[in-house]
């Protein structure tokens, strides 16, 4: 008999939707239909996981992203595949493997999965043609040279990641060269061809819906100014802490795209408007600017005056609706972040607390003040992180700032 798992409820959002014979509790029984043992659908709702699978199949094959990065893959594919039968390459595989595995959705990250690609099968076929050349011909000799070569590249390649692929590419030529003349020959062809099918790949990546990783970064960023706006005057700790888990993944994403978008400016000294290194810095300092706001408004709420909270929130929903707005400006290329909108929500917060208010009254206006001032200066920092932005002259020694 199938094993029945604990009733759930439908999401709270749900609850108020449906009527009261819908929102009653419901049981799932485990392993049905399309559902591997023990597993229920994702959401609430009664569905089999055979249905959720094939709408998220359907939702993939609507994402401009997923299906443009297939459209990629596959012409680079097919045109490695053509080179290497019009020039008859003699392991001409080679070259569409690598053509393949290097396509990925941003120039960014193609050029970091080629320069990955070529120093493991460089190493790789170095170590492997020197230790072919002083190790005896033979099973023996093959068998010396294949323990060492792939053991001392997978030490290295613990420590650097780069490096990842050459004991593949050394136990490939050892293995498949017959004798030590063959190792030469196979060393050379493997190299070259591997070197097309990254240039084919890298053609394909210009070509074919080009995609800039800064595109992306952009638009973390508004995802993460958003998760900000929603944690400044998030409802409950729960719901606070929900965010902070989408806030964790959102940073992640911005680190791989900020070392994409780094990877495209081929050693330029600018490659594009925004500096990755910076923008990041800037958004995990407005990450704890925004996280002291909403403790403080939590202790109001909790301990404060009513008067001070309900204040404290409208000083929060003015600097949330800021960051929405910011959020759409810098998704779509817009300008900078401009911490004057913040200057004027701060200055409303005299006007929080009551005359003749409590101590803590006036400390929690004053710590919400200083979290302000946090933020104000994150957003500043997030402004001079985009290139064109003008960052105001350092005064001279003896000159006041105005």
């Known amino acids: 008999m199938a094993r029945q798992l604990r009733p759930r409820r439908y999401p709270l959002a749900l609850d108020a939707a449906l009527p009261p014979s819908a929102a009653a509790p419901t049981a799932f029984v485990a392993g049905g239909a399309g559902c591997p043992p023990g597993r229920a659908p994702r959401n609430a709702l009664p569905v089999d996981c055979a249905q959720e699978n094939g709408m998220a199949i359907v939702d993939v094959l609507r994402d401009d992203r997923a299906w443009k990065q297939g459209?990629?893959?596959?012409?680079?594919?097919?045109?490695?595949?053509?080179?290497?039968?019009?020039?008859?390459?003699?392991?001409?595989?080679?070259?569409?493997?690598?053509?393949?595995?290097?396509?990925q959705e941003t120039m960014g990250a193609t050029v970091q999965a080629v320069r990955v690609r070529l120093m493991g099968t460089f190493a790789g076929a170095a170590i492997g043609f020197l230790l072919a050349m002083v190790t005896p011909s033979g099973e023996w000799g093959t068998l010396v040279a294949l323990v060492i070569s792939t053991g001392w590249l997978a030490i290295f390649a613990v420590r650097y990641p780069s490096l990842r692929i050459a004991p593949m590419t050394a136990a490939i030529m050892l293995v498949a060269a017959p004798s030590h003349a063959d190792v030469v020959v196979s060393a050379g062809h493997r190299v070259?061809?591997?070197?097309?099918?990254?240039?084919?790949?890298?053609?394909?990546?210009?070509?074919?819906?080009?995609?800039?990783?800064?595109?992306?970064?952009?638009?973390?960023?508004?995802?993460?100014?958003?998760?900000?706006?929603?944690?400044?005057?998030?409802?409950?700790?729960?719901?606070?802490?929900?965010?902070?888990?989408?806030?964790?993944?959102?940073?992640?994403?911005?680190?791989?795209?900020?070392?994409?978008?780094?990877?495209?400016?081929?050693?330029?000294?600018?490659?594009?408007?925004?500096?990755?290194?910076?923008?990041?810095?800037?958004?995990?300092?407005?990450?704890?600017?925004?996280?002291?706001?909403?403790?403080?408004?939590?202790?109001?709420?909790?301990?404060?005056?009513?008067?001070?909270?309900?204040?404290?929130?409208?000083?929060?929903?003015?600097?949330?609706?800021?960051l929405l707005e910011l959020a759409a400006e810098f998704g779509h290329g817009g300008p900078a972040a401009n911490s004057r909108r913040v200057v004027q929500a701060a200055a409303r917060l005299p006007r929080v607390a009551p005359p003749g208010g409590s101590a803590a009254d006036d400390q929690m206006v004053v710590s919400y003040g200083d979290a302000l001032d946090q933020a104000k200066l994150a957003l500043d920092q997030l402004r001079d992180a985009v290139t064109g932005a003008r960052t105001p002259p350092r005064p001279t020694p003896g000159q006041s700032r105005s």
């Open 192 to 322: 070259l061809e591997i070197l097309i099918g990254c240039l084919i790949g890298i053609g394909v990546q210009l070509l074919v819906f080009p995609r800039r990783a800064e595109t992306l970064l952009r638009s973390e960023v508004a995802e993460v100014l958003v998760l900000l706006g929603q944690v400044i005057v998030a409802p409950r700790d729960g719901a606070n802490a929900a965010l902070d888990g989408k806030l964790d993944e959102a940073f992640a994403r911005l680190d791989a795209f900020g070392q994409q978008a780094e990877a495209e400016r081929f050693g330029r000294e600018h490659g594009g408007a925004v500096d990755p290194d910076r923008v990041n810095h800037a958004l995990r300092h407005l990450r704890i600017a925004v996280s002291g706001l909403h403790r403080v408004w939590r202790r109001a709420l909790r301990d404060g005056d009513s008067h001070v909270a309900a204040g404290l929130r409208a000083v929060g929903e003015a600097i949330r609706a800021y």
């Open 71 to 103: 459209v990629r893959t596959a012409v680079a594919a097919a045109v490695s595949f053509l080179f290497a039968e019009a020039f008859s390459l003699p392991q001409g595989y080679w070259a569409v493997i690598s053509a393949v595995l290097i396509t």
